[in-house]
Structure formats: C-alpha cells, structure tokens
C-alpha cells in the first residue's frame, strides 16, 4: 500500500484492496450483530425487571445518542490514529450486548448501552472512511460492501439472540462475547499496519473551512436523508405491527421483515458499484423512484405479492444507503472522516425522530393512513438529487 506523508495515497493511486475491505465491512457485521440483540432481548428484560413498555423503550435511545458526536470522533479521525476505536469496537460492544441481561438494574443497563452507543459511534464514523480509502477509484463498492456487512449483522443478530436464550436462557447470551472478542483480534492483525489518518491529504482543512468546502453537497444530503429516513422507520420499525393491524399472521409478519432484510443486503451489494459505473445521481434517483413505485403496489397487493414487493423494496431502499455514503466522502477528500461522521449524525438523529414520529402520527390517523403519506417521500428527494454532484471521481 503506498503512503505518502503519513497519510494513504491519493485515490488516483490505488487499487481496490478487496481483503482489506472485507475485513472492514466483517467489523461492521460483527459489531452491529451485537447492537442488534436490544431488539430481542427487550420482552426478557422487561419481564426480568418489571419494566413499564415505555421505560423500556427508552434504552434504545442511551445505544443511540452518542452517534450526535460522530462529527467529533470525524474531525479527529482525519488528524490523528484513531483505528484502534474501530479494533476495539467488536470486542467492547460484544461484553456489553452480551452481558446485559446479567445488569443488576435499569441504570445499569443504560450505563452499559451509553459504552456500546460510543463504541458504535466511533466504529460508524470512521470505518466506512477506512472502507473508502482502501477502495481506491470505486469508492461505492467499497461502500457497498460496507454496509452489507452491517446489514448481514443486523439480521443475523436477533435470530441469534433468541436461539440462544430458547436453550441457554438469558444468562446464556454472555457466551456470545467471545466472538466479538475474536473478531477485534483479527481486527488488530488485519488492520494494526494502516496508515496513520484517514484523509488523503498531510493537512485537512480546520473545522470551519471544512464546514463551509462541504456545506452546499451536506445540506442537500440531510433533505435527502430526512425524508428517507420516514421510509426506513416505516419498512423496519413498523413492519410488522402494520402487517398484523392488516390481519396478517405474527410469524408470517416477522419472517417479512426477513425478507426484507434479504433484499437489503442485495441492494447495498448492488448499488455501489453501480454508482461507480453509471453515476451517484442515476442510481440514487432510480432507487428513489422504485421505492415510490414499490411502497404503493405493496399496499394495494395481497399477502403472496406483498413479499415479492418486500423482498424488491429492500433492494430499492438500501441501494440509498451506500450511494450516500460515497457522496458524504467525496464532499470533502480532505477531511474524509469529519464529512461521514456528520453525514453518520445526521442519519441517525432523523432515524430516531422518524420512527417517534411516525409512531405518533400511526397512533393518531393510523399506520395504513400513514404509510399512504410516506409513500410520496422518495419522489421529493429527486429535486435535491439533481442538484448534487454527478460522482465521477477527481483527484
């Protein structure tokens, strides 16, 4: 790997390191594997601790709120070596995630969640970066790979949460650590001989020159994000109570939130490298017009074709994901790790707002009203599509 000046050659440069960004994107399947257990593990704890629904609910916002510091850990990610954070992310979210059911009390556990939210937060806002830089000239496959790492980890967490506390218990789940500690060993002997930062220049810019260089790109990336992140909530968080509100079945409404999982992980493979090839804004525009197209045959279709568009949405709604991704990096090559830890911020906050949101809105009109609404978001992105930049890559 060529470095110059302390930091990782210029992109023009490099070749596509493709073990290099696998094991990128395992860290981030290992890691979110792990964050991914809250989901499963909330009806044990409530029943353990005799927590109000509420109250439980609540500890998923301690897992996300130190991603509101993802521009922090960003800015001096592009200054200083920060990979051992992304090393050691598998293994601290692992003892954490694995050992909460051994909490003693409500507090306990949210002083464990706010260590993974950190851990996360450190791990999102600088790995993607590495991912990047490592891919050379094809930024979004790299980007693609990246998040079919998270996304693999994200369906294979909770089906391995609940295997194991069906024949081991709740105290079983502590067991599950020694893979994540595994994985930060790999981790350290795949990734301890990285350049030192995570920018392609010796000096990225100061903060506030950056902020102003990213700004135009960076706001029409948050409109874009903002109205997504409403279709995200809708097709994950939601789900399966929509499903069964419409007289679907419990089981078969959790195996369509499988389901579209599977397309999820087929989109992030796909898309990236497509933006590589035709452009950012042609791929994103086309995945923004299928998701509209899908999200309305979906609720005028019955239960067999339902999962076929299931499965097609999941494809349309992650191929965003990794496209965004690259344009947040390529808004700023020189301060690489303070874009997509912005970008990272922001995509969590509106996620997190969408889904209360939208829960407060379903409460109020109904889910079905509601999804009707969400349907026309992805077609009011395509005016702020057009005006980003086309994604051919310079030096």
């Known amino acids: 790997m060529a470095v110059q000046s302390g930091t990782i050659a210029s992109a023009e440069e490099r070749p596509f390191q493709t073990d290099q960004v696998i094991t990128v994107a395992a860290a981030h399947a290992a890691h979110d594997l792990y964050t991914a257990f809250l989901p499963a593990l909330l009806p044990v ?31 001096l990610a592009d200054r200083v070596n920060l990979r051992y954070p992304v090393i050691l992310a598998p293994a601290i979210t692992a003892i954490m995630m694995s050992w909460l059911g051994w909490a003693p009390s409500y507090a306990v556990m949210a002083m464990m969640l706010i260590v993974v939210g950190f851990s996360s937060a ?43 506390i069906r024949f081991l218990g709740l105290d079983g789940v502590a067991w599950l650590m020694l893979f994540g500690i595994t994985a930060s060993v790999v981790l350290f ?12 220049v010796a000096h990225p810019l100061p903060w506030r020159e950056a902020l102003r260089a990213m700004s135009a790109t ?9 109205l997504r992140a409403f279709v995200v909530a809708a097709l994950v968080t939601y789900l399966p109570t ?63 074709a339902r999962l076929v568009c299931l499965l097609l949405l999941g494809v349309s709604v992650a191929g965003t994901f990794p496209v965004l991704l690259a344009l947040a990096q390529e808004a700023l090559p020189s301060n690489r790790a303070l ?57």
């Open 339 to 395: 874009a997509n830890g912005i970008y990272m911020a922001i995509a969590f906050a509106m996620d997190s707002l969408a889904v209360v949101s939208i829960g407060i809105v379903g409460d109020w009109v109904g889910l079905r009203v509601t999804y009707i609404a969400i349907v026309a978001a992805p077609l009011l992105c395509l005016p702020l599509v057009a005006q980003l930049p086309s994604g051919q890559h310079r030096a």
């Open 45 to 75: 704890l409530i029943a353990k601790f005799v927590l109000p629904t509420a109250q439980a609910g609540t500890l998923a916002l301690f897992l996300q709120w130190p991603s509101l510091l993802q521009p922090v850990i960003g800015y």
């Open 122 to 164: 450190s791990l999102h806002a600088i790995s993607p970066v590495i991912a990047g830089q490592l891919s050379g000239r094809q930024l979004g496959r790299g980007m693609g790979l990246w998040m079919v790492g998270g996304e693999l980890g994200y369906t294979l967490g909770p089906i391995l949460a609940v295997t194991v």
């Open 242 to 304: 929509f499903l069964t509100r419409e007289g679907t079945d419990l089981w078969l409404a959790g195996t369509s939130l499988s389901i579209f999982q599977v397309g999820s992980i087929a989109g992030a493979w796909l898309s990236g490298p497509s933006s590589d090839r035709w452009g950012r804004r042609a791929v994103l525009g086309i995945s923004l017009i299928a998701t509209t197209a899908l999200m309305a045959l979906f609720l005028v279709t019955a239960q067999a």
């Open 218 to 226: 960076m706001k029409l990336l948050s409109g874009i994000v903002i």
């Open 189 to 200: 002997l795949r990734l301890r001989d990285l350049p030192a930062r995570s920018s392609d």
